[in-house]
């Protein structure tokens, strides 16, 4: 029997043997710092200027999204310190009913309890790995810089490989550029506004965009939900001919806290990808980088959903 069959096989049994929801709807969010507001560093919901995070997941992410995967949730403890509230606090006041914390910068929230799996070293914060309604589902974030992206890359490769049986999801952000989106970009103006970010320097001297790293989490078997169009029939989504995804970061507020002028995202990101095993059950209706009034002045990372229906 070849591998693709014997996975395949893999898959058939673990979806009958677990039930899987009807739907999923997920989000995956950098929240900047922890969600601290303004430049004081001290949590306050009240306090973020000119956006508020925490009015921005109550009234327009829990309802809708029944997962939601952060990024830099520092600070956060299960114990009042320093004026900040607990966790559980912060779940509560963001409408979420279940959360997991790493202890460093990675969490969950959830409309349904949350079982941890494992909290992997490898990439710069870690791959925490949870099972959510039987969906797995794995927040990360690689490396800030183009230099050293690539060993953490590999790192979450092996670990996405674990879990080909099993319908995932692997999402956060990934601080890098895929591939696939290199078509969008002036490599001139990257290199020379984000150069340790996004560029590499060639034998001649010749700066480029590093996309190798990003290569290689899409090597470990995922598809960029960007890259797929929901709009066709009832049955898997296909490929799309263009990204329906914009970029993801910086939003305005770097620039109204500094008093600079605005400027628009310069790049994509923060991802969400998924493994054979979840498009084999079910279709991808949409995954959009979520921009309006109220994400540009809630992070320095605009958010990026994506929802589901069963096949």
Known sequence: MRLASVVSTAVSLFATAHALPN????????????????????????????????????????????????????????????????????????GYEHYWHSGNELAFMSHDPIKFIELAPGP????????????????TCLGDYATSRLPGAQALASIVKKYADRPTLVMGDFNGLSPQDLPRYNVTYLCQEYPVNYCLVDGAGKSYLESASLQTV??????????????????????????????????????????????????????????????????????????????????????????????
């Open 23 to 94: 739907s999923l709807t997920v989000m995956s969010y950098n929240i900047m710092n922890g969600g601290f507001g303004s430049l004081s560093g001290k949590w306050d919901p009240q306090d973020r200027v000119p956006g508020n995070l925490t009015d921005y997941v109550r009234s327009s992410v829990a309802p809708h999204y029944r997962v939601l995967g952060i990024v830099e949730a520092k600070g956060w403890t299960e114990t009042p310190t320093g004026g900040h509230p607990t966790i559980s606090e912060i779940a509560k006041a963001w």
């Open 124 to 139: 710069m914060c870690g791959a925490a790995v949870v099972d959510i309604e039987n969906v797995t589902y794995i927040q």
């Open 218 to 311: 899409l090597d470990a078997g995922l598809t960029d939900l960007c890259w797929l169009d929901g709009d066709a029939g009832k049955g898997p989504a296909s490929p799309a001919t263009a990204s329906q995804c914009s970029n993801s970061n910086p939003t305005p507020i770097i620039h109204w806290w500094t008093g600079e002028r605005p400027l628009q995202p310069t790049a994509k990101i923060d991802y969400i990808f998924a493994n054979a095993a979840l498009l084999q059950h079910y279709r991808t209706l949409h995954s959009r980088v979520v921009i309006n009034a109220a994400t540009d002045g809630s992070s320095d990372h605009y958010p990026v959903e994506a929802t589901f229906a069963a096949l």
